[in-house]
Structures are given as C-alpha cells and as structure tokens.
C-alpha cells in the first residue's frame, strides 16, 4: 500500500495517510483531511451544488438550538459530517476555479429559501437567525475542511450575504476563534442591548461593564460559577427574544430596568448593588426564556 505525509489543515499535525484514501480523520483534532484533491479525480458537479445549499439551510433551526458553550462541539462536529458531500463540492469548487458560480448559486439559494419561509412580519427575525447561522456552522465549517484556500472565498461569503440581504457583513471566522469566544466570555446579553440602540461595541458602557465582571464580580463566592452559567444559557436566551417581534423593545427594557442602574451603582462605588442587578437580570430572563418557554 502506498502511504504519503499530509498535515492537518486545522492542528497542523503530520500523519501517514494511505495513498488511495479520498479523505481521512485527523487523529490529533478530528478534522476531515480531503486528500487526492485532483480535479480528474474528482471534478466539481455544479449541478447537484444547489440541493445540496438547500438541504444544508433547511435544518438551520435545530443547529442553532445547540449553539452554547457545552453544546457546540458536537454539534458542530455532526454539522460537518451530515453536511459533508455539501463541504466537498464547495471544497473541489475552489480548487477547480468556480468561487464565483459557488458564491452565486448559495446567494441564490438562500434568498430563494427566506423568500419562501418568511412573511413581512417575520422577515427580518428569519434574516437575524440565519445570519447567526451562516456565521457558526457553514462559514467555519468550510474554513474548518480546507482552511487557507478557504479564506479569500468564506470571506467574499460573508459579505456578499451582507450586500443581498442589506445587513451587515458575515464574518468568516473559524471554529476555534467561535469557541473560544465562549471561554473569553463575552458579554451576550449586553453586546446584543448596545447593538439594538445603535451603540458601538467598544462603546463606555460596555467596557465598564466587562471590567466589572472580569474584576470584582469574578472575585466573589461563587462569582465564576455564576459566570459560567450566564454563558452557557445566554445565547438560547438571545435566540428566543429575536424570534419574538418585540426584539428591539425588549433590549430597551433590559437597558433601562437593569444595565442603567448597573451603570448608575458602579459610577458612585456600589459594586455588590451592581452584582444583585445583573443577577435578577440573569434570573428574570431565564426565567421568561428559559424556564416559562419551554414550560
């Protein structure tokens, strides 16, 4: 048997694969490591690329339900490999030259699949959603099978959803900068509040905010496992208030019942007020999105 080197794409580890092997699992990282990647061998079909979008985008739903801390690897994971005949035909398209029909045929795709599953009530919550979407599954996933030569194409991606749909550009980031978004613990809830009033995300409320938690609050009895637990429900939390149609007033609420009189108690030293604000905050939305939904 003929046996060469390949280097993961994700870990950059080195492995033994056999020669006639399409593709293998990296024994480091568990990424699929396309191999024989000639064009003879396995030419890009154009014609099966826009079922394979569609099938890729109808299930967006329950992989969204799985975006959390302790969720997300293994359904990113099963994403890849469900998804995998999709990120091959996008892989041999690159290589193959056809970045440009690729990045046509999603656009149309998805515009075609919002067209038919949205009505102008629904519309832009069904935009909201997919746009997290796209971002944590099919963006990284396609950066996560062929990483580099992925780049310039996942990047074009994003911005070209942000251009059909008139919304912001799509970052294409890959798995592990998302993941380790968890660990850094960004601030869900707040970032979503200073984006729906139109708030920069370096605004001066929320670095106050994050010196906060990363300071005295992290500090406290029992304060990192508060933390902890804040972010791994955050984000379902965030899904479910866009999917109602008083998004934009609900992130109102929360500012003026609870980060404004955080503010307010830092400005004039009170942190352990601060700390009891934000944690009926935290309650009251588990409460209402969590605990009441799916009672």
Known sequence: ?????????VC?????????RENIICMFCGTTIFLNRDKDKNPFQPELFPQQVRQMLSGFE???????????????DTFCKENEEFLQQVDRGILQQQASFLLTSFLQEAQAFIEAGSTKNNRKQ??????IYIAVYP???????????????????GEGWGETFSVSAVK??????????????????????????????DCSEMIRLKEYRDGYFSRQ????????????????????????SQGKEKYLWIWNRFLLPCLSALE????????????????????????????
């Open 221 to 244: 009895p029992e304060g990192e496992a508060m933390i902890e637990e804040y972010y791994n429900i955050s984000p379902t939390i965030l899904k479910r208030i866009e999917k109602t």
């Open 126 to 131: 069904l935009l909201y959603r997919l746009n």
């Open 12 to 20: 950059h580890e080195k492995m033994q694969a056999p020669g006639k």
């Open 172 to 201: 294409a980031a890959d798995y592990e900068s998302i993941f380790n978004g968890f660990k850094r613990k960004l601030c869900y809830i707040t970032t979503a509040v200073c984006k729906a009033l139109n708030k920069p995300e």
């Open 268 to 295: 004039q030293g009170r942190e352990a007020e601060c700390g009891l604000i934000y944690q009926e905050m935290v309650n009251q939305l588990r409460k209402e999105y969590l605990e009441e939904w799916e009672g």
């Open 1 to 9: 048997m003929d046996w060469k080197e390949v280097e993961c794409p």
């Open 62 to 76: 329950g992989w969204l339900e799985q975006f959390s801390y302790e969720a997300y690897p293994l359904a990113f």
């Open 139 to 157: 963006i990284p996933a396609i950066l996560h099978t062929s990483k580099e030569e992925a780049r310039s194409f996942c990047t074009s991606l």
